[in-house]
């Protein structure tokens, strides 16, 4: 972008040297920045769901599941966001930097490609701090869409799904769901989705209308196990299930899963000598691993928080200009160092309250 001469009749500014909103320079650049900035959010917000389903790819092809041990799939997620996060605010800023210099008349690879808008260097202090901080800002946004770390994870079949969230679930017994239970069952899974792959199943006709089956979860042949072990019992505690929405598909696929543990399971109890001696089949991990449903690349799946890249895409590029945006190491450093400092000043300000809380209380 190059500024025009203040000499112009065309340009007025104001007392700080801004284009006046009314001056046509400010129609010629501000408001196709506008422009820009959509764009570089959409792509943002695109590079960002690929990131994520790429992470939930690699998870699959690890065996690892909502299933596994936590903390490991929360953690996981939070390295999946941070570098989602990365990649939506370098591909942002090369988005810009595309649509400025109006590659498309002469589209030039090699120039695309040897320009990178974000120098990074591993022993420049202040660029891995940028870094950072870009990380740590997609990780709040993240949290602040409703996002939740450990559903990048790919579903596992005998858990609660990606999908799952305890306020769209009804409590359960170990008793089948009463028919009022399973209408608001059926209700809920068209609003919010099949806890396991998340589909709303829009399109699908289901069995007599029936799209969505009342899940209990943990399932009950896992709660039997569970319960059986011998600190359960000793302690009195039994397992507490909800109903969750899960898709007749997902459902269908569950039924075959635990089938087949628990026939496995029996076999360890009183079969062959050798069969004896392998070590019990765990039901609630029969779902995961190779088992677990993988719900990345799906349309369907968007969800409000992969918006996160576009909120990063526009904190990068959004009205400011281009020595920001690429030059000065790239990035639009001073914005994102401006809203950390914010963001440190307003947990000073909250500890400060909860300090304050403590005190009127111990009075
Ligand atoms: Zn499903």
Same mark, same amino acid.
């Given at each position: 972008?190059?500024? *025009? ?13 801004? *284009? ?6 400010? /129609?010629?650049?501000v408001?196709?920045?506008?422009q ?21 790819? &690699? ?34 800023? +090369?988005?810009?930097?595309?649509s400025? !210099? ?5 589209? /030039?690879?090699? +120039?695309?490609l040897?320009?990178? *808008?974000?120098?990074?260097? @591993? ?6 701090? !940028?870094v950072?901080?870009v ?12 996002g ?8 596992? %079949? ?9 306020? !769209? ?16 069952? #059926? ?6 989705g ?19 089956i009342a899940? !209990? ?6 709660v ?9 019992? &000793? ?29 496995? &399971? ?6 062959? @000598? ?6 019990n089949? $765990? %039901? ?16 369907? $799946? &968007?969800r @409000?928080?992969?918006l ?13 200009? #281009? ?6 190491r790239?990035? $639009?450093? +001073?914005?994102?160092? #401006?809203?950390?400092?914010? %963001? #440190? ?19």
């Amino acid at each position: 972008m190059t500024l *025009p001469d203040t000499s112009s009749s065309y340009f007025q500014s104001n007392s700080v040297g801004l *284009p006046l909103a009314t001056s046509a320079w400010y /129609d010629d650049h501000v408001s196709s920045t506008l422009q820009t900035s959509i764009i570089a959010a959409a792509v943002g917000t695109a590079t960002f769901a690929t990131t994520l389903s790429l992470s939930t790819f &690699l998870q699959l092809k690890l065996r690892m599941s909502t299933g596994t041990l936590a903390p490991i799939p929360s953690l996981i997620g939070i390295a999946t966001v941070g570098t989602a996060s990365l990649m939506s605010h370098i591909a942002s800023m +090369k988005s810009y930097q595309m649509s400025t !210099h109006n590659w498309k008349k002469s589209f /030039d690879t090699e +120039k695309i490609l040897s320009f990178p *808008p974000l120098h990074f260097n @591993l022993s420049n202090r202040r660029d891995m701090e !940028h870094v950072f901080r870009v990380c740590l800002v997609g990780i709040i946004v993240y949290k602040g869409l409703g996002g939740r770390f450990w559903s990048i994870s790919p579903s596992s %079949l005998t858990t609660l799904g990606s999908f799952a969230r305890t306020f !769209h679930s009804l409590p359960a017994t170990v008793k089948y769901a009463s028919p009022s239970e399973r209408i608001k069952i #059926e209700q809920i899974g068209r609003k919010v989705g099949c806890h396991t792959c998340g589909s709303r199943k829009i399109f699908s006709r289901g069995k007599n209308g029936i799209k969505f089956i009342a899940d !209990h979860m943990p399932p009950q042949a896992v709660v039997k196990q569970m319960n059986a072990a011998w600190h359960r019992r &000793l302690l009195g505690f039994n397992v507490k299930q909800r109903f969750y929405p899960q898709c007749i598909d997902c459902s269908g696929k569950q039924g075959g899963i635990l089938s087949k543990a628990s026939q496995d &399971l029996l076999k360890t109890k009183s079969g062959s @000598l050798l069969e004896r001696m392998k070590p019990n089949v $765990n %039901l609630s991990s029969a779902g995961g691993g190779i088992n677990a449903h993988f719900h990345g690349f799906r349309g369907y $799946n &968007l969800r @409000l928080e992969h918006l996160t890249g576009g909120v990063i895409a526009a904190i990068t590029v959004h009205n400011t200009d #281009e020595r920001n945006i690429l030059h000065r190491r790239g990035g $639009n450093r +001073k914005r994102f160092l #401006e809203f950390q400092t914010e %963001l #440190e000043k307003n947990t000073k300000l909250f500890a400060n309250y909860i300090k304050a809380r403590i005190r009127w209380i111990q009075q």
